[in-house]
C-alpha cells in the first residue's frame, strides 16, 4: 500500500447558488457540503490534503481546517478548468508519492468505500475515473471505451458528436491516479476544447496514447450528484436525511413519524430513544439510552443523560447538558448550563451561564438574567432547591444547595443553603371591593345607554 492524498476543488463560487457564501460552505444534514466531502476522504486516511479555493474564500480554508488541521490551501486566482485547477496543488504535493485523489467539494454524498476502491484500483493500473450510468446524461462528460471496455477518453457534452452524447456511462469527476502519472501528463493538457478550458478529463486519453489503461469504478448516479442551485441543496439534504433516519431506527431509535424528524451528520442516539414528531437536532447533539424527545423540540450542541424528556416544545441551544432523568419541559430554553440529574424545569423558563444541581425544580416562568448588557454571568443554583415561579435569578449569583425561593422574586444576592428568599410587595386586600366597583361600573353604563 502507498499513501493517498487529496484534491479538493472548491473554487466555483457557484453563481447559480445566487449567494454571498462560497458554494461548498451550504449545508445540508447540519453540515458543510465541503464538510460531507472532508469527512469521507477522512476515513482512508489521507496523508495529504489540499483545499483548490478561489480568492477571497478564507472562510473555505478555514472550514477545510476544522476538519483536516494541517490540510494545504491553494488559490485559484482566475478558473481556467479543472486540470489547472489540480496544478494549483502541485506544489503541496511536489514530495508526494502516491495517490493522488481528486474530489469536488459540491459532490457531497460521496461514500468513504467507493474512494476506497476508487483508489484501489489506481494504486493497481496507475490511474481511474469514477463513472455512473446517468438518467439523463445532458451535461457530463461521456466515459469512451474501447473494444476491450477499457476507457480510453473522456469526451465533455459540449465536444461530444452525437453518436457520443447518446452514451450514458458518464464521468462523475472524481478520479484517482498516480502522483508521478499525474505531474507527468499534467502539462500536456491543452486548452483546445468548446470552452477553452484545460480539462482534467484529458488525462485519459493522453494516458491512453502513452499505453497506460485507465481503470473504471461506478457507482449509483445519487452519490455523486453536485450540488448547483438550491433545489439541488434541497435534493441532497433529502437524501441525506432519508439515510439518517433509517439509520437511527435500524440501531434501535424510534421515530414516531421519521419523515418530520431532521437530524445533523454527528447526531448520535443512544438504545430506546424516542423522538416524537416534528423534532429537529442541529449540529453537536448526542442522546443517551432511553431519552424521549417529545414534540417540536430543537436541539443543538447539546448532551442529554440517559433517561431525560425534553419537550414538548423545548429548546436546547449549545451547551446544554441535561443530566440523567432530568426534565426540561415545554417552551423551556436551555443554553450553555447543566441541568443536574432529576432536576426538573418544566415549563416556560429560560436557563442560560447556569449550573442546577441534581432533583431541583425550577418553577414555570423562571428567567436566569444571565447577560448585562455587555457580558453573560453564571447563575449556580445547588441541589434540591425549589425555585418558585416566575422567579428572575440576576447573575451573577448563587443559591445554596436545599434553599428556597418565593414565587415572584427577583434575587440579586446570594442564597444561603436552607434558607428562604423571597422578595414581594406585601398583599393588600380589600373585602368587598370588586363588588362594589363592579355595581358602580355597571350603574354608569346603563345611564349612558338611556341617554
Ligand atoms: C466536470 C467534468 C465532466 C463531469 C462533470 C461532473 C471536466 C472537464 N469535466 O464538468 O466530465 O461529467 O464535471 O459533474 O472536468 N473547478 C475549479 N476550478 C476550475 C474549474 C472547475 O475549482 O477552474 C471545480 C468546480 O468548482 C467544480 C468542479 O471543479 O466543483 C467541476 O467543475 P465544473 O465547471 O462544474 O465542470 P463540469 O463542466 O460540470
Ligand atoms: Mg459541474
Redesign the pocket.
Known amino acids: 500500500m502507498t499513501g493517498n492524498a487529496i484534491v479538493v ?4 463560487k457557484g453563481t447559480r447558488m445566487k449567494s454571498s457564501l462560497p458554494k461548498v460552505l451550504h449545508r445540508a444534514g447540519g453540515r458543510s457540503l465541503l464538510g460531507h466531502v472532508l469527512h469521507a476522504a477522512r476515513q482512508l486516511a489521507p496523508d495529504r490534503a489540499v483545499i ?1 479555493a478561489g480568492p477571497g474564500m478564507d472562510a473555505v480554508s478555514a472550514e477545510a481546517r476544522r476538519i483536516f488541521p494541517d490540510v494545504a490551501v491553494a488559490t ?1 486566482e482566475e ?4 486540470a ?2 489540480v496544478s494549483m496543488a502541485k506544489s503541496a504535493l511536489a514530495d508526494f508519492r502516491g495517490t493522488v485523489l481528486v474530489l ?3 459532490v457531497p454524498l460521496i461514500a468513504a468505500e467507493t474512494l476506497m476502491r476508487l483508489a484501489g484500483l489506481a494504486e493497481e493500473e496507475g490511474m481511474a475515473v469514477l463513472g455512473f450510468e446517468a438518467q439523463n446524461p445532458h ?3 461521456r466515459l469512451i471505451r474501447n473494444a476491450a471496455g477499457q476507457v480510453v477518453a ?1 469526451r ?1 457534452e459540449l465536444d461530444a458528436s452525437e453518436g457520443e452524447r447518446a452514451l450514458t456511462l ?4 472524481i478520479i484517482a491516479i498516480d502522483a508521478a502519472l499525474l505531474w507527468s501528463l499534467l502539462p500536456k493538457i491543452g486548452n483546445a476544447n468548446a470552452k477553452g ?1 484545460y ?3 484529458d488525462l485519459v486519453a493522453l494516458a491512453a496514447a502513452a499505453g497506460r489503461p485507465c481503470a473504471l469504478a461506478t457507482c449509483p448516479e445519487a452519490e455523486v450528484s ?1 450540488v448547483n442551485d438550491r433545489t439541488q441543496l434541497a435534493e441532497i439534504e433529502a437524501r441525506l436525511q432519508a439515510a439518517y433516519r433509517r439509520l437511527h431506527m435500524l440501531n434501535g431509535a424510534t421515530l414516531v413519524a421519521p419523515d418530520t424528524v431532521f437530524f445533523s451528520a454527528d447526531t448520535v442516539l443512544g438504545q430506546d430513544v424516542v423522538v416524537e414528531p416534528h423534532v429537529v437536532f442541529g449540529p453537536g447533539v448526542t442522546v443517551e439510552d432511553g431519552v424521549e424527545i417529545l414534540a417540536f423540540s430543537h436541539l443543538e450542541g447539546s448532551r442529554i443523560g440517559r433517561g431525560a424528556r425534553i419537550g414538548p416544545y423545548a429548546r436546547l441551544r449549545p451547551g446544554a447538558e441535561i443530566g440523567r432523568e432530568a426534565h426540561v419541559g415545554n417552551f423551556v430554553e436551555v443554553k450553555k448550563a447543566v441541568i443536574g440529574e432529576g432536576a426538573k424545569a418544566n415549563h416556560l423558563s429560560y436557563i442560560g451561564d447556569a449550573r442546577v444541581g441534581a432533583k431541583s425544580n425550577i418553577g414555570a416562568g423562571t428567567i436566569t438574567c444571565n447577560y448585562d448588557g455587555f457580558e453573560k454571568h453564571l447563575t449556580d443554583i445547588g441541589e434540591n432547591v425549589f425555585v418558585g415561579s416566575n422567579t428572575a435569578l440576576v447573575a451573577p449569583v448563587k443559591v445554596g444547595d436545599g434553599a428556597s425561593i418565593g414565587a415572584g422574586s427577583v434575587i440579586t444576592r446570594n442564597v444561603p443553603a436552607d434558607a428562604l428568599a423571597m422578595t414581594r410587595a406585601e398583599l393588600e386586600l380589600r373585602e368587598g371591593w370588586a363588588a362594589r366597583y363592579r355595581d358602580i361600573k355597571a350603574a354608569k353604563k346603563a345611564a349612558r345607554k338611556k341617554v
Not at 9 to 12: H, K, M, T
Not at 170 to 173: I, K, L, M, P, V
Open positions: 476543488l472548491a473554487a466555483g483548490v485559484q478558473r481556467h478548468g479543472t489547472h485547477a469536488y467539494g459540491d451535461g457530463y462528460g473522456i465533455e458518464c464521468n462523475s469527476g478550458e480539462y482534467l478529463t453536485g
